[in-house]
C-alpha cells in the first residue's frame, strides 16, 4: 500500500511521488481486432477458423527480418505449421511498448532518470519504437508466454473432447495430438479460450536448452516479390492529391516568396501551401507536383549563423578543449597519465547519410472529425501525436495504418512527413499523399552526428596500457532526438531540465571491451547547428572506429602483433576473444605487417560480439578497395541463422559504404548532395567478398541490427595501414594519399 509514510520514506515528497507512480500496478487490455472466423488469444496472437495463425508484432519491418523472427518464436511455443503463420502490424498500446529501444534512442535524456521510472514512463506512454538493435532482446519473453499460454489452452480443449489429462497432449505442425489421437487447431480455437491458464506456464526447451535456431522462409517476402506489399507510396484513395514539399536550409530559415504564376502553368497542378519554413506543390500526380515545386523557385531567409563544413569541425574542435562530461571512469589514471611520453591521437567523423531507398512518405485523409494517417514509421505513437499537434487535435483523434518501410536506417523515426502531410490533407479538403523528393530527402536528412576524439594512452615499457582517456566531441544527439520527436512529454521535459551530463547515446560504445586498469571516457558536447538523428549503427559507427583504430596504433607502437594484442587484453571475455580468433583463422590473418593489406578490429553492443578482419588496398585514383571482410560473430542464442546472416552481410557492405563513400558535404547551410549517384556509395563491382561465421553460444540473445556495420572502418582504417603506411584518421577516408 502507498502511504504518506512510505512516499516521504522514499527520499523525499517530489522523489517519493516518482517511485510512487512508477511502482502503481497497473494492467492494460489488448485491443487485437478479430476477422471474421478468427478467435483472439490475447495480445500477441489470433487463431483462424481455417487454421492460420496471426502474430501482431509491433516492430516496424524496415527489411531486417523482424515479422518473420518475432512470429517464429510464437510458432516454435505454440507448436504451430508455419506455412499457416501470417503476420500483422500491432495496434497501438501500451502492451507493445519498447522501454529498451527508449533507453538506448534516448539514452542522452534519460540517463539520470531511475530505470523503474524510465520503464514505466514507456508502457504508460505507450512507446512502440523500433531501433537499437532491440526487437529480439525486448519481445522474446513476452511471445514465448503468448504461444506458450495458446498451446496450453488448447490442449485443455483437446484433453476435454478425449477425457485425458491436458498434460498429456501435445502441439505438433498446427495439431493437437495425444497417441494418435489428433486435432487441428482450427477445431478447437473457438473453445479453447474459456479456458483458465496454469500458475506457470510450461515453456517448450529442447535438447539444446532452445527452441528456435532454425531458418524459416521470411513472410515478408513472397509480398515483396510479387509487387502486393504496401509501402506508403502505394497507398490509393479516391479524389487522391499528390505533394512534393520543399523545406528551408538549415538553420532558422523562413519563407519570403514563390512565383506562383509560374507553378500555376504546370499541367495536373491544383494548389500550393505555404508553412512558415516551407512548401508545398499539390497536383494530380506526384511528377506534375514536384515540377510544380520547382516552378515555385521558392526563397528562404536564413537568419542564423552559417553553417558549413569548417564552422562543424570548429565548433568540434571548441568543444574538444572546452571541459568534458565523464560517461565512465576505471581506476585512477591520474598517476601515469603526466608528463612526457604520451601517446596522442586525433580522429574525425563526418556526418553520414541515411541514403535510405524509401523517401519520407505520408498519405494523410482528414474526414473533419478524424484523420486517417499511412506511414512507413519506426514510432507509430509519435507519428500520430506529431501529426495530430500539426493539425490540433487530439492524438486519439488519430487512426494510423503503420505500413512497410523500404530500409530506412533509422529515418523513419522521424515525425515530419507525417505532420505535413496531416497539414495538407486539412487545407486541400482532399486525401493527399506527400512524398520527398531524394533532393529534399537528402537536404533535410537528419545525419548521424559528426565527432572528433582525442584519445590518449600510457604504455609499460612491455607494452600494456596503463591508462587508458577518450575525449569525444559531438553533438548531445539522445537529448536532440527526446526534444524533437516527443516534445509535449512532462518527463522528457524536466529531464532536460536537469544540469546537462554526458550524453549516453552520443558516446555510446566508447567504452573499450578490454580489461585496462585506468581507463576514463569523456562526452564534450558540442553545438554545430546542424540537426542530428539515429542512423544504423548508432554512435557506435564512430566511437568503435576511435577505439580499434588507436588500439591497433598502440599495438603497432609496442611492436606487438594487433590481435594477439587484443586477445592479451580481453581478461578473459572468451566470446569476445573466440570472434576474433575465429575471423582472424578463416581470414587466413598474417598478423597485419607492413605490406599485408590486412585489418582487425573486434567490438561488443546490444549482448552481442563481432570481430571483423578487412583486407583492403589503395586504387590507382587514390581510392580506398576492400577486396574482402571475413566476420565471425557471437549473438547469443540464434532465433533464425538466415536473417542473422543477411543482417550481418548487410551491415558489413552498410560499414562499407560509411567508410569509403564521399560522406554530406555542407556549403552555406545547404547539403550539396542532390542524388545518390553524387554520394560515391559502393556499387555491385565493389562489393569485397564476403564470409560471415556465427559461433554458437547458450547466451541470451542478442542484436545484430547494428552489429555488422561497427567495426567495419577500424578494420578497413588498419588494413590500409597496413597496405599503405599511412594511417585514415578521418572518417569516411574518401582519398588516401
Known amino acids: ?269 491544383v ?59 576505471i581506476g585512477d589514471i591520474a598517476p601515469v597519465m603526466g608528463g612526457p611520453g604520451l601517446i596522442v591521437a586525433d580522429y574525425a567523423a563526418a556526418p553520414a547519410f541515411h541514403a535510405a531507398i524509401e523517401p519520407p512518405c505520408a498519405t494523410a485523409w482528414f474526414h473533419g472529425d478524424r484523420l486517417e ?37 533509422g529515418a523513419a523515426l522521424e515525425c515530419d512527413a507525417a505532420a505535413q502531410a496531416a497539414v495538407l490533407a486539412v487545407k486541400a479538403k482532399r486525401p493527399v499523399q506527400l512524398m520527398w523528393s531524394r533532393r529534399e530527402a537528402l537536404a533535410r536528412d537528419r545525419v548521424r552526428a559528426p565527432a572528433k576524439a582525442r584519445m590518449t594512452a600510457r604504455l609499460s615499457s612491455n607494452g600494456a596500457i596503463l591508462g587508458w582517456r577518450a575525449q569525444i566531441a559531438a553533438p548531445a544527439t539522445g537529448r536532440e532526438l527526446a526534444a524533437r520527436l516527443m516534445p509535449d512529454d512532462r518527463l522528457v521535459r524536466a529531464a532536460l531540465a536537469l544540469p546537462e551530463g554526458a550524453d549516453g547515446y552520443a558516446v555510446a560504445g566508447a567504452l573499450p571491451p578490454y580489461r585496462l586498469p585506468g581507463c576514463i571516457v569523456e562526452h564534450h558536447p558540442a553545438t554545430i547547428g546542424l540537426s542530428t538523428g539515429h542512423l544504423r549503427g548508432q554512435a557506435h559507427g564512430y566511437t568503435c572506429f576511435f577505439t580499434e583504430s588507436f588500439i591497433d596504433e598502440l599495438a603497432r607502437r609496442a611492436g606487438m602483433e594487433p590481435m594477439s594484442y587484443r586477445i592479451g587484453m580481453l581478461g578473459g571475455d572468451a566470446r569476445l576473444a573466440r570472434c576474433l580468433s ?26 552481442s560480439c563481432i570481430a571483423v578482419l578487412a583486407e583492403a588496398e589503395v586504387g590507382e585514383d587514390g581510392r580506398p578497395r576492400v577486396a574482402r571482410l571475413v566476420a565471425a560473430v557471437d549473438c547469443g542464442r540464434q532465433v533464425n541463422p538466415d536473417i542473422i546472416r543477411q543482417q550481418i552481410e548487410g551491415g558489413l557492405i552498410f560499414g562499407v559504404a560509411a567508410a569509403t563513400s564521399a560522406g554530406v558535404q555542407i556549403e552555406r547551410n545547404l547539403i550539396t548532395a542532390h542524388r545518390l549517384g553524387e554520394l560515391a556509395l559502393p556499387r555491385l563491382a565493389d562489393m569485397p567478398d564476403i564470409t560471415v561465421e556465427l559461433i554458437a553460444s547458450n547466451a541470451e540473445p542478442g542484436g545484430v541490427g547494428d552489429l555488422g556495420m561497427v567495426a567495419v572502418a577500424p578494420a578497413v582504417a588498419n588494413a590500409l595501414r597496413s597496405a599503405t603506411g599511412k594511417r585514415p584518421r578521418a572518417l569516411p577516408f574518401g582519398r588516401v594519399a
Open 373 to 409: 494517417l499511412w506511414v512507413g514509421t519506426q514510432a507509430s505513437g509519435l507519428a500520430r501525436e506529431a501529426a495530430a499537434r500539426a493539425i490540433g487535435i487530439s492524438p486519439a483523434e488519430v487512426i494510423l495504418h503503420p505500413t512497410l518501410i523500404g530500409g530506412s536506417f
Open 582 to 607: 575465429t575471423a582472424a583463422a578463416l581470414g587466413g590473418w598474417d598478423g597485419g605487417g607492413d605490406g599485408s593489406g590486412q585489418g582487425i578490429a573486434c567490438h561488443t553492443m546490444a549482448g
Open 1 to 269: 500500500m502507498v502511504t504518506r509514510r512510505n512516499l516521504l520514506i522514499a527520499g523525499g515528497a517530489g522523489t517519493g511521488l516518482i517511485v510512487a507512480w512508477a511502482a502503481w500496478p497497473r494492467s492494460y487490455r489488448a485491443n487485437l481486432t478479430a476477422a471474421p472466423g478468427e478467435t483472439i488469444y490475447g495480445a500477441w496472437l489470433k487463431i483462424g477458423a481455417d487454421g492460420q495463425v496471426t502474430v501482431a508484432v509491433p516492430q516496424a519491418e524496415h527489411g531486417q527480418g523482424t515479422w518473420t523472427a518475432l512470429p517464429q518464436i510464437v510458432a516454435d511455443e505454440l507448436g504451430a505449421d508455419w506455412r499457416t503463420v501470417g503476420v500483422e502490424a500491432a495496434p497501438l498500446n501500451p502492451l507493445y511498448a519498447n522501454p529498451l529501444a527508449a533507453d538506448t534512442l534516448f539514452a542522452g535524456t534519460f540517463d539520470r532518470i531511475p530505470a523503474a521510472l524510465r520503464r514505466e514512463h514507456a508502457v504508460r506512454s505507450a512507446l512502440m519504437l523500433t531501433g537499437g538493435s532491440t526487437s529480439i532482446r525486448m519481445f522474446e519473453p513476452a511471445l514465448r508466454e503468448a504461444g506458450a499460454a495458446a498451446r496450453v489452452l488448447l490442449c485443455k480443449a483437446a484433453a476435454k473432447r478425449w477425457g485425458v489429462d491436458w498434460t498429456a497432449c501435445e502441439t505438433q505442425a498446427g495439431f493437437v495430438v495425444a497417441g494418435k489421437r489428433r486435432l487441428r487447431f482450427a477445431e478447437l480455437a473457438v473453445e479453447a479460450v474459456a479456458f483458465d491458464l496454469p500458475g506457470e506456464l510450461p515453456l517448450r526447451v529442447d535438447e539444446e536448452g532452445r527452441l528456435t535456431g532454425r531458418g524459416v522462409p521470411r513472410l515478408d517476402v513472397p509480398a515483396k516479390v510479387d509487387g502486393s506489399a504496401n509501402f506508403a507510396a502505394d497507398v490509393r484513395l479516391p479524389d487522391m492529391l499528390f505533394a512534393s514539399i520543399m523545406q528551408g536550409p538549415i538553420g532558422a530559415s523562413r519563407l519570403v516568396r514563390v512565383n506562383r504564376a509560374a507553378a500555376q502553368r504546370v499541367r495536373g497542378m
Open 271 to 329: 494548389s500550393v501551401v505555404e508553412g512558415d519554413h516551407w512548401v508545398a506543390a499539390l497536383a494530380s500526380n506526384w511528377w506534375a507536383a514536384d515540377r510544380a515545386l520547382i516552378a515555385l523557385a521558392p526563397r528562404f531567409e536564413t537568419q542564423a549563423p552559417v553553417v558549413d563544413d569548417a564552422s562543424i569541425a570548429a565548433a568540434l574542435d571548441d568543444a574538444l578543449k572546452g571541459p568534458g562530461h565523464r560517461l565512465a571512469t
